[in-house]
T-cell receptor, first 111, second 113 residues
Framework: DAKTTQPPSMDCAEGRAANLPCNHS???????VYWYRQIHSQGPQYIIH???NNETNEMASLIITEDRKSSTLILPHATLRDTAVYYC????????????FGTGTSLTVIP | EAQVTQNPRYLITVTGKKLTVTCSQN?????MSWYRQDPGLGLRQIYY???????DKGDVPEGYKVSRKEKRNFPLILESPSPNQTSLYFC????????????FGEGSRLTVL
């Protein structure tokens, strides 16, 4: 699975959009981009995933560049409860093999 | 309610005393996995299982054993715990074919003295 690069930390004002970047320049054609978050020491929570089209669900939007070498997770109206560590993961969807989380981006939403 | 249940949630033990952390899921998931989380190192995979009787090593399997005799259960066994296994442990599961959409348990904080 391709490796990802994320900034270690970011701040965002409450009510504003939080845009979390992820670089995955070695991504291959059958690899999906997944995003998870972990609030404090709770179990990580799945947010969203995509292959090449932009995706949106009730939690967030995922924007993947045309060359698929980077993506952005967007939390449209960040709240204090969105303060968490966000993980970007690239992997083949249907294989049950290893799943690398890395160290993620620590997002702090500021009142 | 769909969930992954881990027990115990907290445990303090001593070096060499065998222990088992249980993991059970009620979603009929084929895929299950164990992770440990340590400060500055993120989440690291210990073992995973793609179905009953099928297990494989992750990144940090040394000192751990697992078994998958039933679909719903995936216990993590520490035969002879050592202080470097003090960590926060997470179990996760997912449907086969949707292996990236993991459901995580609440975690088990283990301290080995």
């Amino acid at each position: 699975d391709a490796k990802t690069t994320q900034p270690p930390s970011m701040d965002c004002a409450e009510g504003r959009a939080a845009n979390l970047p992820c670089n995955h320049s070695t991504i291959s054609g059958n690899e999906y981009v997944y995003w998870y978050r972990q609030i404090h020491s709770q179990g990580p929570q799945y947010i969203i995933h995509g292959l090449k089209n932009n995706e949106t669900n009730e939690m967030a939007s995922l924007i993947i560049t045309e060359d698929r070498k980077s993506s952005t997770l967007i939390l449209p109206h960040a709240t204090l409860r969105d303060t968490a560590v966000y993980y970007c993961i690239v992997r083949v969807r249907d294989t049950g093999n290893q799943f690398y989380f890395g160290t993620g981006t620590s997002l702090t939403v500021i009142p | 309610e769909a969930q992954v249940t881990q027990n115990p949630r907290y445990l303090i033990t001593v070096t060499g005393k065998k222990l088992t952390v249980t993991c059970s899921q009620n979603m009929n998931h084929e895929y299950m996995s164990w992770y440990r989380q340590d400060p500055g190192l993120g989440l690291r995979q210990i073992y995973y299982s793609m179905n009953v009787e099928v297990t494989d090593k992750g990144d940090v399997p040394e000192g751990y054993k697992v078994s998958r005799k039933e679909k719903r259960n995936f216990p993590l066994i520490l035969e002879s715990p050592s202080p470097n296994q003090t960590s926060l442990y997470f179990c996760a599961s997912s449907l086969w074919g949707r292996a990236g959409e993991l459901f995580f348990g609440e975690g088990s904080r283990l301290t080995v003295l």
